[in-house]
C-alpha cells in the first residue's frame, strides 16, 4: 500500500491538484464513485460523447464565428478554450482531455461559490490547491482536514484518517444546500435577454433537508473510498432523462378520481423546479382504457415549453418570448380532466414520460437516432374502477 501511495504521489505530483486534475487520478481510491460518474451526463457533456449537444451546436450561429461559449458549463476543464475565449479569441473544440471529461470530479468539488449573473451565474473556482470542498455533518467546522496516521500503543494497528492525496474542506455551505448546481443550473440567457432555460429556483429555493442533491444525489450502498469502508456514498451518476430517470419516479405522483362526466387525472410534482427544463424536451400523459377484451387510448396530453419570435417557434438563439408553457411546474399539482364515462370494471392505464429531443425538431437537427426521439416511460400506474 505504501508503495502504491508513493508511485501516485511522484506520478501526480505531490498534493498538486494542478489546473485540471483528470478524474483518473480520484478512481484510484473512489472507484465506485468514479464508475457512476462514467455513465453520467456530466461525464457525456461534450459535443464527442452526447450526439444531442454536437447536433445543436453544429446548427449554432458560434460554431461559424468560432466560439465555443458552451464550454463554461459543458466542458470547464478546457482551459485553453476558456482562456481564448477570454482574450477574445477564437476557440472550437478539439478532442482532449478536458473535452472528453466533460463536468469532471474537480469542476465541481473545486467551486468555491457561485456569482450571480443575469445571462448566467459564474462559479467561483477555489485557488488553494490543496483542497476539495465536501459535505459532512459532523465535520462541519472543519475547514482544512489533513490526512493522519496514529500508531496504536505497541505500533501494530495504524489508524488512518483523512485522504493521503486532498485536504478536504467541510465549511462549504453549498455543498450541504445543493446551491453547488445552481452556477450551471440556473438559467441561460440569449443576446435578446431571453431565459431560453431556468430553473426558476429563487420561487422554491433549495434548502438543507431537501435540494438539487437530496432527490439526484441519493445515498446508496457501497464505500465511496477503497481506503476504508464507509458503507455508503451519494450516487454519482445523477439521474435525469437520459440516465436511471426511475430513481425520481418517487418524486411524481399520479392519483385517479372519478368525476360526474368523466374523470381526472392528477400529477403532482414534488421537485423544487419544472419537471422538464430543457426546451428540447416534451413531456407527455398518455392514458388508455381497458374495457373487457377491448383497449382504447384517449388523445395524449403534451407538457411543452416553446420559445420563439413574432408568434412562430424559433431556434433558442433567435428567440425573444415564451409562446407557450404548459410544463408542470415546481410544487405544482396538475388536475387533468377526461371527458369518458368509465364503466365498472374497466382499467385505466396512465403513463407519463417524455421525448428527449422533441421529435418535431429532431428533423431539423438531423438527430435520427430513435432512442433520443422516442416516448420513454417515467412512471405508469393502473386504477380499477370500482
Ligand atoms: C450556463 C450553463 C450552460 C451553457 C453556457 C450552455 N449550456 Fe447546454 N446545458 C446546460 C445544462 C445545465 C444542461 C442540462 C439541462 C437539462 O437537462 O435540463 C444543458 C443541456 C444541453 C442540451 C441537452 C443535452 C441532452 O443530452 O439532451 C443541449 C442540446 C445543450 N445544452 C446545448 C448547448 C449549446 C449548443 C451551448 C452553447 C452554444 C450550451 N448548451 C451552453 C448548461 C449550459
Ligand atoms: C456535478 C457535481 C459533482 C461531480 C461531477 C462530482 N461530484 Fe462528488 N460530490 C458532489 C457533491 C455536491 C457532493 C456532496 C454531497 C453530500 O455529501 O452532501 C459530493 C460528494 C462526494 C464524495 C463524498 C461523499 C459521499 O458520500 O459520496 C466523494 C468521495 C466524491 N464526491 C468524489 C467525487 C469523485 C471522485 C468524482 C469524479 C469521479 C466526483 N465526486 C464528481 C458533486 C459532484
Ligand atoms: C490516494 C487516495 C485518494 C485519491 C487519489 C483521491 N482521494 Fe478523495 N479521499 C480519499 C480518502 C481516504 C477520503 C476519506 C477521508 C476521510 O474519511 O477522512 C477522501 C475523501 C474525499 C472527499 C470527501 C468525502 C466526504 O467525507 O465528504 C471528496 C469530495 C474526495 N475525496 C474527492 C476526491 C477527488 C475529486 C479526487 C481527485 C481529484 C480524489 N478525491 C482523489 C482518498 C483519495
Ligand atoms: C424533490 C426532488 C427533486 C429536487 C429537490 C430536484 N429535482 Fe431535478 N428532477 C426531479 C425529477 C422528478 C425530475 C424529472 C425527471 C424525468 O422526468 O426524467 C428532475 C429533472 C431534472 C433535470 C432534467 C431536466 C430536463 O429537462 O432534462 C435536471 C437538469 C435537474 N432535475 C436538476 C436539478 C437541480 C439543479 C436541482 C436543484 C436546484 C434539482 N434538480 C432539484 C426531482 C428533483
Ligand atoms: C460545471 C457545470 C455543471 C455543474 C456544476 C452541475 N452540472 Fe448538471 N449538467 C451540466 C451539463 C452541461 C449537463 C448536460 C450535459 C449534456 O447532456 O450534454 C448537466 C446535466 C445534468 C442532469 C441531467 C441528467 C440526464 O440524465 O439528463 C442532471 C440531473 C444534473 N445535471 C444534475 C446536477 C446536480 C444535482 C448538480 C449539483 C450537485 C449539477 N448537475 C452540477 C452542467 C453542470
Redesign the pocket.
Known amino acids: 500500500m505504501k508503495f502504491l501511495l508513493f508511485l501516485l504521489f511522484t506520478l501526480s505530483g505531490l498534493n498538486a491538484l494542478d489546473e485540471f486534475t483528470s478524474s483518473q487520478v480520484c478512481q484510484k481510491c473512489h472507484p465506485v464513485i468514479y464508475n457512476e460518474y462514467y455513465q453520467s451526463q456530466h461525464r457525456k457533456a461534450s459535443i464527442f460523447s452526447d450526439p444531442v449537444h454536437k447536433a445543436v451546436w453544429d446548427k449554432h450561429p458560434f460554431k461559424k464565428k468560432g466560439i465555443y461559449e458552451c464550454a463554461k458549463c459543458h466542458t470547464p476543464n478546457d482551459k485553453v478554450i476558456l482562456t481564448k475565449l477570454k482574450n477574445h479569441e477564437k476557440a472550437l473544440p478539439v478532442k482532449n482531455r478536458g473535452q472528453l471529461e466533460g463536468v469532471s470530479c474537480v469542476s465541481c468539488h473545486n467551486i468555491k461559490s457561485i456569482q450571480k449573473h443575469s445571462q448566467s451565474n459564474v462559479n467561483i473556482i477555489t485557488t488553494n490547491k490543496h483542497i476539495l470542498y465536501s459535505a459532512r455533518e459532523s465535520e462541519k467546522s472543519n475547514n482544512d482536514k489533513k490526512y493522519k496516521m496514529q500508531k496504536s500503543l505497541f505500533g501494530f494497528v495504524n489508524k488512518e484518517s483523512g485522504s493521503p492525496y486532498h485536504d478536504i474542506d467541510f465549511t462549504n455551505e453549498i455543498f450541504y444546500n445543493?446551491n453547488v448546481?445552481?452556477g450551471c443550473?440556473s438559467h441561460k440567457e440569449n443576446s435578446h435577454k431571453l431565459q431560453v432555460c431556468t430553473?426558476k429556483?429563487s420561487e422554491h429555493p433549495?434548502t438543507e433537508k431537501?435540494?438539487?442533491i437530496?432527490?439526484?444525489m441519493p445515498k446508496v450502498p457501497g464505500s465511496f473510498t477503497t481506503l476504508r469502508d464507509t458503507h455508503t456514498h451519494r450516487f454519482h451518476g445523477f439521474s435525469?432523462?437520459?440516465h436511471k430517470?426511475s430513481m425520481?419516479?418517487k418524486?411524481?405522483s399520479i392519483e385517479f378520481q372519478k368525476a360526474t362526466d368523466g374523470f381526472n387525472i392528477i400529477l403532482k410534482?414534488?421537485?423544487?423546479?419544472p419537471?422538464?427544463?430543457?426546451p428540447l424536451?416534451v413531456?407527455m400523459l398518455k392514458v388508455s382504457i381497458e374495457s373487457g377484451s377491448k383497449k382504447s387510448n384517449l388523445k395524449p396530453v403534451k407538457f411543452i415549453r416553446i420559445i420563439g419570435k413574432n408568434g412562430h417557434p424559433t431556434p433558442p438563439w433567435v428567440a425573444t418570448e415564451v409562446l407557450k408553457d404548459t410544463q408542470i411546474q415546481a410544487k405544482e399539482r396538475r388536475i387533468i380532466h377526461f371527458k369518458r364515462t368509465l364503466e365498472a370494471h374497466d382499467k385505466v392505464i396512465v403513463q407519463v414520460g417524455?421525448f428527449i429531443v422533441n421529435p418535431k425538431m429532431a428533423k431539423k437537427l438531423n438527430i435520427s437516432n430513435n432512442n433520443l426521439t422516442a416516448f420513454r416511460i417515467?412512471k405508469e400506474e393502473r386504477f380499477d374502477v370500482k
Do not use: D
Request: proline share 3%.
Open positions: 445543493g448546481c445552481m443550473h430553473s429556483i433549495n431537501e435540494n438539487c437530496t432527490c439526484h435525469g432523462p437520459n430517470a425520481l419516479r418524486y411524481l410534482n414534488s421537485a423544487n423546479h419537471l422538464l427544463l430543457h424536451r413531456g417524455e417515467f
